[in-house]
């Protein structure tokens, strides 16, 4: 009995491996060599993503309800096979479905609904399905969410008969280069080149005081760039840097938050930004290269406000920095990286210089990986490598897939309906007497939407659903998509769900509550930058050089006064009205405005004066005690 289990372990495990592996390569083919027509690209994008889900996510424990996951296997198979034999047909027959049609129809978003909450929980299928009764039962609500009458022939039609719901731009972004740049991430990861980034971490950072928690910033920003994912960044760097920071002296909820703000901070730093700087490029027709300029400010006030702060911490506590024999040899680690220069160099040549298409930089890219990585190391190489980056590239997809495929069906009930419409109304009538009230409305439902998405998948949906009313109010479109995708990266780490503050506290052992608060206080500047970059474009880099030179140095400074605040510690401890005055100075500061400059650097030179006087004065209280005390 207990052999016939293990065998039917691991034909599963096999199975697994083969779907995955036949995931990937059509990825890279499709990548490399051209597309599909956009349904049936999506189409079989989707259903691989279906059958790995069925696979790895069960039904129930229980072996005998294992019946319904093949079930569903077959009927996701049987839609996509439908899709690639009746396409022509099926475009045409638009507005007027066959029973075919709407059977594949209903049971294929019933599967997405269904994959979506195996995956990322209930809270994401349950929107998209009381999005679903809403184009049904609109029709009898009053006021605003009013809508017609809708028939099944109409929903099927837009939803899975054309390229405006389930298999709209929200899945094929999905299904094209956000794929793409998943698997780059893990042939990275096969290659080493993790560990790579974290050895360099450590030879920058972790001489210097509280070290450790300087590596989980370095690294995290590294790793998170390209992998787009908070939570399994804090997975990877995590199980590294929290045991580490532990060690040196930081608390538990510190270490674990550290390491969370420092992981959901790659969402936001070019040049990659999880894929999200490619989305916002597609949805918006900004060029690529403009986007990561106005993103490259606001990431890097975000990441110095981190360093700062955990710089300060290990001041406050007297913790030091790692031994030099503890620490990575430089010659050793960089030529272990190679490869890796080579392919982020590829990579960043053909999108900033060659202005390539992202899926022909991701593509060539990969191959400049592999290729490197097998020439200089052919000795070392273990060519498990291949399968294990085709496999985690393929799961790596799984949530993303559904999150945007339920995204697609959301986006296209909002479009059918006009709800998306008259919501982006009501924001604008509420932003005619207050825009920051409507900036406010936008953040707490970017947050909401992110505590069961990945940030790539909430941007998509926020932005068609908020972004619009920020143009409408005057907002220039970049700013406003900015502000939208700032707000879905940080919920990660925004309590009550921080998923990524969450995933830190287990590794450190310590409340998830009080890390996820101790994360949101040290990504303090992040909640706040978007608002400055609303009323300042200078910190996008929009504007006169001299101006945006001029805003940086402010908000660096603002960044460092604020860690001041936050950690309560400069020289010495600070009082509390202190710390108030430090919080206030900075925000002033980081304000990209000339009186708030000015009257920043006045309160400032205040506090300088306080800590500067009282700390003298406490120096020479304890060298008189001392003197006395010698007596």
Partial sequence: MGKGVQDSKNIMKRLVLFIAIVLSLFQLYTGGFGLLTAMLQRSLHLTLVLILIFLLYPVHFSKKWRWIDFLAILLAIGSCIYIFLTYEDLLFRVGDPNMFDIFFGIVTILLVLEATRRVTGWILATIGALFIFYSYFGAILPGIFHS????????????????????????????????????????????????????????????????????????????GTVSGSPVANVSTTGQFTIPLMKSVGYRPKVAGAIEAVASTGGSIMPPIMGAGAFVMAEMTGIPYAKIIIAAAIPAILYYLSVYFYVDFEAAKENLKGMAKDELPVFKEVFFKGFHLYIGLGMLIYLLVFAKASPMFSAFWSIVAIVVS?????????????????????????????????????????????GIGVRLTTLM??????????????????????????????????????????????????LFAHMFVFYFACLAPITPPVALASYTGAGIAKSDPMETSFTSAKIGLVAFIIP???????????????????????????????????????????????????????????????LITDIIGFILLGILAVLIYFTRKKEVENLENGEFENSI
């Fill in 148 to 223: 017609t009458n809708m028939s099944t022939n109409r929903f099927i039609s837009l939803m899975y008969m054309s390229t405006d719901g389930l298999w709209g731009t929200t899945l094929g972004v999905a299904a094209t280069f956000v794929a793409l740049f998943i698997i780059f991430g893990a042939f990275l990861n096969a290659t080493g080149a993790g560990k790579v980034f974290i050895d360099l971490a450590y030879i920058v950072g972790g001489r210097f005081r509280g070290g450790p928690a300087k590596v989980a910033v370095i690294s995290s920003a590294l790793m």
């Fill in 428 to 477: 604008v009538n509420l932003g005619e007497s207050s825009i920051l009230l409507t900036l406010v409305v936008t953040m707490v439902a970017c947050i909401i939407m992110g505590m069961g998405l990945p940030p790539t998948a909430s941007y998509i949906l926020l932005g068609v659903l908020t972004a619009p009313a920020l143009i409408k109010l005057g907002v220039e479109p």
């Fill in 531 to 593: 608002y400055m970059f609303i009323f300042g474009p200078e910190l996008l880099a929009q504007g006169p050089p001299l101006n945006i030179i001029w805003a940086f140095i402010m908000a660096t400074v603002g960044v460092f006064v604020l860690a001041v605040g936050l950690t309560g510690f400069y020289r010495r401890n600070l009082t509390w009205y202190e710390r108030i005055l430090a919080i206030g100075t900075a925000l002033l500061l980081i304000t990209p405005e």
């Fill in 373 to 417: 990585y097998v020439v200089l190391y052919f000795k070392q190489v273990d060519w498990n490598f291949l399968t294990k980056a085709l496999e985690d590239g393929a799961k790596g997809m799984l949530l993303t897939t559904v999150a945007c495929a339920t995204a697609g069906v959301v986006v296209g009930v909002a479009n059918l309906t």
